[in-house]
Nanobody, 123 residues
């Protein structure tokens, strides 16, 4: 079983930056693909970014491409999401997810989820 805990959310003005972190438990973290998803009030959960277990493959939603960067440190059992040039439409609860298979953009295909961290971008 994998346990995930997100941190780093908060309030930031448009154009600013924020870095989210996800700490994972378990001795086999390096064998899991990791993803970041977000959900705004009244909206469905949507894909943001994902990274393979080796860290060599990354994928981003078109809405965040060029602004967000996903990375992982298997030695520390962490995955991060660096968010730059934030926009009000980025406001949402951000979730970290894990699956013991190759990366995917579909929320239902991930096995483990964190409790989420709120990101609010003001104009």
């Amino acid at each position: 079983q994998v346990q995930l805990v997100e941190s780093g959310g908060g309030l930031v003005q448009a154009g600013g930056s924020l870095r989210l972190s996800c700490a994972a438990s378990g001795p086999t973290f390096s064998t899991y693909a990791m993803g970041w998803f977000r959900q705004a009030p009244g909206k469905e959960r949507e894909f943001v970014a994902a990274i393979s277990w080796q860290g060599g493959t990354k994928r981003y939603a078109d809405s965040v491409k060029g602004r967000f960067t996903i990375s992982r440190d298997n030695a520390l059992n962490t995955v991060a999401l660096q968010m730059n040039s934030l926009k009000p439409e980025d406001t949402a609860v951000y979730y970290c997810a894990a699956r013991r298979q190759r990366l995917t953009t579909i929320p239902s295909e991930y096995n483990y989820w964190g409790q989420g961290t709120q990101v609010t971008v003001s104009s």
